[in-house]
């Protein structure tokens, strides 16, 4: 029991870092203690200035300062001379997962070392010999184990000290010069020290695809942060911008509310003014009726004619015509003023929400993903897109809830626009395209140009500046009755595939990928473009006739 106790104290005053008894002892802060070395040594691998225990993991910010526990210090000592030479044995003793040296008697002592030439199973004192004896020497000492058997051939009995690796499998020397004669066969040693050479180089491989995937992992955080810092700042400058047109409106909310009040004051203040004077006429007039009245009940012709001369005369009359009464209209105008205004910036927020929606969801930033494989992949991308009336080239009839477009052959009478085409038929769509995209397009005709073009693309410069596809800020699949051609800078290269009256358009706008597909029973790719897109895009549809008008284009609504 004594003995027993003993074991219990070693274990309590042992390190966990160097498992041996406490050198100078010291206590961190969550209460486990280590030797000084031991926890410094630790700290310093780290690299770090914080540090964690290794047992419970908990951390400290700065390190601790260390200080040597003197009570533990002088426990160890005590253990030391009192029981330090009965704790080896008993501390090393077998335990039921543990390999038993062979040759120990009584109690077993845990294996040091297997010997694969004596097939058995050695503790540091009964190994020595191997270490001492000449002829030991030679035999092959292996980590302590318990299956002898595997290492032993079941059908010679001998030690499989060959390996084949014909049939990849241990052998003996027998079996190299029976049923294994001919294989290509190699000391297991020799095998062993191969296979090591390719474990470790697996192993520097997967370190290394660690080492990558952290680098991954922690740009990935750094994704994340820089997102959450983007969206809070998108969402505080919204709401910025958001709260000045709430103020703006109110403003002109209380100006349109002052002018009405200022104007309904003075228009009431002369009016009442006109009021009064009427008012006044009117008693003049009454008492001048009275008067009149009067005089005409008198009997007394000379009297009467004698008051009749001395009459005055009426005052001037107000001018009637002067007054214009209305038919109740007086500020209705003003509603009808206030509506027009509020339902043409209903028309503009709906139109601007619809590149504000398109822009926030088309934000992008997981690692680039596989194209799609399928049509089925394709329609995952597909958005609703329409055109914008004021890119359109006069020439051009919008209609289908302006997804077509329409040759003319005379205009359209569109009005004035900084952003309309001005020398080819061309128009722009109304969404910006910032994400993944897909779309199609049905034409007819001669010639017709599905396009992807920068924003920034000419509308007014003639020649090549404005031209879908023979500039650096468009690209353009030229589509003919008899074949197609890919056009960018100028340069018209012939793209081979079944032609069809339906295109497919796949934009990846952050991987820098654009293709066009030819539809119809299957789905061909016609051709691709790898680059990088520095700007918003925009779809482009260009409609071209050599004789009579008529060549169309829509955008295709996709389930």
């Avoid at 079941?154 to 004669?181: A, G, P």
């Avoid at 006429?281 to 009749?308: C, G, P, R, V, W």
């Avoid at 080239?393 to 004035?416: D, F, I, P, V």
């Avoid at 358009?505 to 539809?519: P, T």
């Amino acid at each position: 029991m004594a003995e027993k106790g003993v074991q219990l104290d070693r274990e309590e005053l042992s390190c966990s870092i160097c498992l041996d008894l406490l050198k100078d002892p010291v206590t961190i802060p969550c209460g486990h203690s280590y030797c000084m070395n031991c926890i410094k040594g630790f700290w310093d691998e780290k690299g770090e200035q914080k540090a964690s225990c290794p047992q419970c993991r908990q951390t400290f910010n700065p390190r601790p300062v260390l200080v040597k526990n003197t009570m533990l210090a002088a426990l160890v000592e005590k253990l030391k001379k009192t029981g330090l030479h009965a704790a080896p044995a008993d501390h090393c003793s077998a335990g039921p997962e543990d390999v038993a040296c062979d040759f120990c008697t009584g109690r077993k002592v845990k294996a040091l070392k297997s010997c694969l030439t004596c097939l058995a199973s050695f503790c540091e004192k009964h190994l020595q010999p191997h270490y001492d004896a000449a002829p030991l020497k030679k035999h092959m000492l292996v980590e302590p184990s318990k299956n002898f058997e595997e290492n032993i051939c079941s059908r010679h009995s001998e030690v499989m000290k060959m390996f084949c690796r014909t049939d990849q499998q241990l052998i003996c020397y027998l079996c190299s010069v029976d049923e294994h004669k001919g294989h290509d066969t190699v000391s297991a040693v020799a095998e062993w020290t191969e296979k090591q050479k390719e474990l470790e180089e697996s192993r520097q491989n997967l370190q290394q695809r660690i080492q990558d995937r952290e680098k991954d992992v922690k740009l990935l955080q750094q994704e994340v942060e820089e997102i959450n810092r983007s969206a809070d700042k998108a969402v505080d400058d919204s709401e910025k911008i958001f709260t000045e047109l709430i103020r703006l409106m109110e403003k002109r909310s209380s100006d349109v509310k002052q002018q009405v009040r200022s104007q309904q004051k003075s228009e009431v203040s002369r009016v009442k003014e006109l009021q009064e004077k009427l008012e006044q006429e009117i008693t003049e007039l009454k008492s001048k009726d009275a008067e009149l009245k009067k005089l005409s009940h008198t009997e007394d012709h000379n009297q009467f004619l004698h008051n009749y001369h001395s009459l005055s005369g009426l005052s001037e009359s107000t001018d009637s015509s002067s007054i214009n009464i209305r038919p109740l209209r007086y500020f209705e105008d003003v509603t009808a003023a206030v509506s027009e205004v509020r339902d043409k910036l209903q028309d503009v927020l709906r139109e601007k929400w619809t590149n504000i929606s398109v822009t926030v969801t088309a934000v992008d930033v997981l690692l680039p993903q596989p194209d799609p494989k399928t049509r089925a992949d394709f329609l995952k991308y597909s958005r609703e897109i329409t055109l914008d009336p004021n890119t359109a080239h006069t020439q051009l009839l919008l209609s289908e809830g302006n997804r077509k477009a329409t040759l003319m052959g005379q205009q359209q009478g569109y009005s004035s626009h900084p952003d309309r085409f001005t020398q080819e038929f061309q128009v722009l769509s109304r969404e910006r395209l910032t994400g993944r995209f897909y779309w199609e397009v049905e034409w007819s005709g001669d010639v017709v140009y599905v396009a992807v073009t920068d924003q920034n693309i000419s509308r007014t410069e003639s020649g090549s500046k404005s031209t879908f596809g023979w500039n650096d800020k468009s690209w353009a699949l030229r589509c003919h009755k008899d074949c197609y051609e890919f056009l960018y800078m100028h340069v018209r290269t012939p793209v081979p595939g079944p032609v069809s009256s339906r295109v497919g358009v796949y934009l990846d706008h952050s991987a820098g990928n654009l293709s066009f597909y030819s539809i119809s029973d299957t789905m061909t790719l016609l051709h691709r473009v790898q680059t990088t897109f520095t700007q918003p895009l925009h779809a482009g549809l260009l409609l071209w006739s050599s004789s009579s008008y008529g060549e169309t284009a829509e955008f295709c609504k996709l389930k």
